[in-house]
Nanobody, 125 residues
Framework: VQLQASGGGLVQAGGSLRLSCAAS????????TGWFRQAPGKERENVAR????????VYADSVKGRFTTSRDNAKNTVYLQMNSLKPEDTAVYYC???????????????????WGQGTLVTVSS
């Protein structure tokens, strides 16, 4: 499967953005998906995960209550709605996927097999 992330941009603190991750090549409904971000000089970190069916989501503490991930399998797309953005949310955001349904969705980047190219989110203060 090929992943294409989009929707990044420049936003003021307190604002919102919605990122999209569009999949092609295979039916996306059979893939567990995660969102990651990497700020300059920092390691890539997971911010959200979603099961293949969309019935389970997990969030990092740093974004809990502000970010929401969802998916529309009919459109082969996963979303990350980001509200109340802060300057520390500035990073390149990536979507990642692994084929299959899992009871536990790991947060480690190495678990995921497929990655999008990243989209830059910049939050100004």
């Amino acid at each position: 499967v090929q992943l294409q992330a989009s929707g990044g941009g420049l936003v003021q603190a307190g604002g919102s953005l919605r990122l999209s991750c569009a999949a092609s090549g295979r039916t996306f409904s059979s893939y567990t998906t995660g969102w990651f971000r990497q700020a300059p000089g920092k390691e890539r970190e997971n911010v959200a995960r979603i099961s293949w069916s969309g019935d389970r989501t997990v969030y990092a503490d740093s974004v809990k209550g502000r970010f929401t991930t969802s998916r529309d399998n009919a459109k082969n797309t996963v979303y990350l709605q980001m509200n109340s953005l802060k300057p520390e949310d500035t990073a390149v955001y990536y979507c990642a996927a692994k084929r299959g349904a899992y009871t536990v969705i790991p947060s480690g980047a190495g678990w995921y097999d497929y990655w999008g190219q990243g989209t830059l989110v910049t939050v100004s203060s």
